[in-house]
């Protein structure tokens, strides 16, 4: 990525979106369907990922000091940006964690506060700012709901099971206050512009990432509560055939990562119910999960390449700071 050209906040949905692949190998993995250093690895790209864009991101911020206000301001970009603090928090509980668990639980302590602090921030940002309801798009959920709900699950990683209570409850809450809020927009408002359109499969990650969370919790059981939430999930799942037309429509863009996470929390969630319940041809289905999401993520990865390649993925590069910048 070319210094000083602008990297937009949702460009931190790449890094999330290898973690989400990363985690659902891993998943499978853990159950003894493929092997785990497969799910390592996509970590660790996921990892590398996440520090090109940083520093990326800050190449282009650090010569224009509002640059990063303005992005955090932004009713409609700013919600990305808390993937630059929730991503690592994913990647320490699932990569940091089961090899070095000193070392994994200060990385989740510090990148929980930071997603928690970025949370309450972007919320008051939110009541205090004047926000178009037209604004408004599904990658709201991404600060608090997702931040909250894979807090909870890091949480439980490292036995915090106070501090993952109080994180579950914390996604629960705001998954209720903006699911309601978003979808009174989709229903009501103008039809998403078409660079928002992808964010609409995020519509789909809240009630998985609330599973995950529980699953953290409760060791992988299959309780009421985790049966209550998959149960919306599995109707939004099924809201997602009826988007497809919309969905094939489109031109690619960078904003067709918004696809990866979501469905790769969709695919993990699927792998524990497989897991737990072992319906018949329960030794099948991880592969067909497995194949699904990384043929979509990984189909993603190479359209972004490719249109890197062109010239096409970066924003325009941006004028030259003036001396108020």
């Given amino acids: 990525m070319a210094a000083g050209r602008r990297i937009p906040p949702n460009f931190f949905s790449i890094p999330f979106g290898f973690a989400g692949l990363g985690n659902t190998w891993i998943v499978a993995g853990l ?23 940083l520093l990326a991101y800050a190449a282009y911020v650090l010569p224009r000091p509002r640059a990063l206000v303005d992005d955090a301001r932004d009713p409609v970009a700013g919600a990305f940006l808390s993937l630059a603090v929730v991503t690592p928090l994913l ?9 070095a668990p000193g070392v994994g639980r200060v990385l989740v302590d510090v990148f929980l506060i930071l997603t928690l602090l970025f949370g309450g921030w ?8 004047r926000i178009d309801v037209d604004q408004i798009h ?22 915090q099971r106070t501090l993952a209570d109080v994180m579950l409850g914390l996604g629960f809450i705001c998954w209720l206050v ?14 998403l512009p078409a660079p928002l359109v992808p964010t609409l499969a995020i519509e ?26 998959s149960g919306y999930g599995l109707l939004l799942v099924l809201a997602q055939i009826r988007l497809l037309p919309l969905y094939l429509r489109l031109r690619f863009a960078p904003g067709f990562w918004a696809f990866t996470f979501a469905w790769a929390a969709v695919a993990t969630t ?9 319906p018949p041809g329960h030794r099948v289905y991880p592969y067909l ?9 990984g189909g993603i990865a190479v359209r972004s390449v490719v249109a890197a390649a062109q010239g096409r993925f970066l924003p325009p590069p941006a004028p030259p700071a003036g001396p108020d910048r």
């Fill in 31 to 53: 159950s003894g369907h493929v092997p785990t250093w497969i799910g390592n690895a996509l970590l660790a790209l996921a990892a590398l990922t996440w520090l090109a864009v």
């Fill in 178 to 191: 903006l699911g309601s809020l978003i979808l009174n927009r989709l229903f009501v408002g103008s039809p």
């Fill in 270 to 278: 699927a792998l524990h119910w497989i897991t737990a319940g072992k």
């Fill in 138 to 159: 599904p990658g709201y959920f991404l600060p608090t709901v997702a931040g909250g709900f894979i807090a909870s699950a890091a949480a439980s990683a490292v036995g």
């Fill in 204 to 229: 789909v990650a809240p009630s998985a990432v609330a599973a995950l969370a529980l699953f953290a919790r409760n060791g992988g059981r299959v309780d009421i509560w985790v049966t209550l939430v």
């Fill in 122 to 129: 972007i919320t008051g940002q939110w009541i205090y700012g």
């Fill in 91 to 99: 990647l320490a509980a699932q990569g940091v964690v089961p090899h």
């Fill in 289 to 297: 999960v497995l194949a699904a999401v990384s043929a979509l993520i």
